[in-house]
């Protein structure tokens, strides 16, 4: 099975540039996670898809970060413009979800794209 | 708010020796309880879960929890470290709802020495 996949796997970009990445989620996961995870943190959770919905996107700088999942499978998330302390790595994760407690659906990782904004 | 507490940044332990690595957690209700585990360049990879029953949970790679709900720990512990374990550890809390969100702890990053 494959896992999930993120692209690129590194950017470097300068201050207020624009950038995007890209996830393809596990075949059939229903559930998409975008995670931000600053060096020398643990991953936060920017936003949740479930199909082609938004569930919770609390926590993501919507002045400047916007997420999209077109037709419930690939996604993508873009920062514009990029400031300084948006360098970290960003993780996306997919589950199959939903089910009955949303919690006990295990989430697998991609690999994650390193961003360093200069 | 609830939060995740990883007391130790950073543990080395010989190869063969055994290794505990600490998680204590805030939060109004016992939540689901994660550990994962992160190699240099990979994603996160999920070691364990614990959600109800028998509080010693067994997880991949020979790692094993325990859940010890006065103490609001969920610590991880493995016999015999081996090097490829070399990594860097997260526990993560979610909560016992549809309202999911896991939170993470810093992470421990763990050094194997020969």
């Known amino acids: 099975e494959a896992g999930v996949a993120q692209s690129p796997r590194y950017k470097i970009i300068e201050k207020r540039q624009s950038v995007a990445f890209w996830c393809n989620p596990i075949s059939g996961h229903a559930t998409l996670y975008w995670y931000q995870q600053i060096l020398g943190q643990g991953p936060k959770l920017l936003i949740q898809f479930q199909n082609n919905g938004v569930v919770d996107d609390s926590q993501l700088p919507k002045d400047r970060f916007s997420a999209e999942r077109l037709k419930g499978v690939d996604s993508t998330l873009k920062i514009q413009p990029a400031k300084l302390e948006d360098s970290a790595v960003y993780l996306c994760?997919?589950?199959?979800?939903?089910?009955?407690?949303?919690?006990?659906?295990?989430?697998?990782f991609g690999p994650g794209t390193r961003l360093t904004v200069l | 708010a609830q939060s995740v507490t990883q007391p130790d940044i950073h543990i080395t332990v010989s190869e063969g020796a055994s290794l505990e690595l600490r998680c204590n957690y805030s939060y109004g209700a016992t939540p689901y309880l994660f550990w994962y585990v992160q190699s240099p360049g990979q994603g996160l990879q999920l070691l364990l879960k614990?959600?109800?029953?028998?509080?010693l949970v067994q997880g991949i790679k020979g790692f094993e929890a325990e859940f010890k709900r006065s103490q609001s720990s969920f610590n991880l512990r493995k016999p015999s470290v081996h090097w490829s374990d070399a990594a860097e550890y997260f526990c993560a809390v979610g909560p016992r709802s549809n309202d999911y969100k896991l939170s993470f702890g810093a992470g421990t990053t763990v050094t194997v020495r020969a």
């Open positions: 994760a997919s589950s199959p979800g939903p089910t009955k407690t949303t919690s006990t659906d295990t989430q697998y």
């Open positions: 614990y959600f109800s029953g028998d509080t």
